[in-house]
Each structure stands twice: as structure tokens, then as C-alpha cells.
Nanobody
Framework: QVTLAELGGGSAQPGGSLRLSCVAS?????????MSWWRQVPGKERELVAA???????AYANSVKGRFTISQDSAKNTLYLDMNSLQREDTAMYYC?????????WGQGTQVTVSS
């Protein structure tokens, strides 16, 4: 019984910044830090944005390299996505994902809208 909750979405202007948080709650004892951020635009498939694993390996989509940073705070059971230099193309619903004992958990999503 694991729940992921994304927080921090909202509106920003091009060039602005937002920090997204993914807070894990419930029985997370079998969860690891093999977690990732995804985003989805209506009518398109969900896209992997950034991922990390227990070994500290991090990978980013080419479209966000140099602008987004994924990190975690184990004490708070929280995964972060720091988004800088936001572009209109970053507008999407952002989701966090975790695998716990082979089961996939998704957050409810948080909307990010970048416009001027």
C-alpha cells in the first residue's frame, strides 16, 4: 500500500523555475530509490524525463539535460525534480513513478504550464 503524491506544479513563464516533489507514503519498506519522473501531453504517450537508481546513477531525457535535476531526500521520503530555464515545450502533466517489489506505482500527477 504505497501512495505517491506530486506537489509543486503550477504556472511559470519561459525561463522560470519550479520544484516538483514526490512524497511517498504508506508501506514503503519494499520501495527503493529506483524512481523516475515522467510527463505527458494530451494525445501523446507518457515520456520519461529523468530517472535515478539505488546506485546513484541518473539519466535525463535529451530535451531536459542541463535544465532539470533529479534528487532525493531519504529522510523525507521525497523525490525532487528541479526545473530551470523552463520552456513552453515543458508544459505537461508530470508524474513520479516507483517500483516496489515488482509493482509499479504512479502519483496522481501535477500540472506544469509554461506560458507568457
Amino acid at each position: 500500500q504505497v501512495t505517491l503524491a506530486e506537489l509543486g506544479g503550477g504556472s511559470a513563464q519561459p525561463g522560470g523555475s519550479l520544484r516538483l516533489s514526490c512524497v511517498a507514503s504508506g508501506d514503503t519498506r519494499r520501495c527503493t530509490w529506483d524512481m523516475s519522473w515522467w510527463r505527458q501531453v494530451p494525445g501523446k504517450e507518457r515520456e520519461l524525463v529523468a530517472a535515478m537508481d539505488d546506485g546513484g546513477n541518473i539519466a535525463y531525457a535529451n530535451s531536459v539535460k542541463g535544465r532539470f535535476t533529479i534528487s532525493q531526500d531519504s529522510a523525507k521520503n521525497t523525490l525532487y525534480l528541479d526545473m530551470n530555464s523552463l520552456q513552453r515545450e515543458d508544459t505537461a502533466m508530470y508524474y513520479c513513478k516507483s517500483n516496489c517489489l515488482g509493482r509499479t506505482y504512479w502519483g496522481q500527477g501535477t500540472q506544469v504550464t509554461v506560458s507568457s
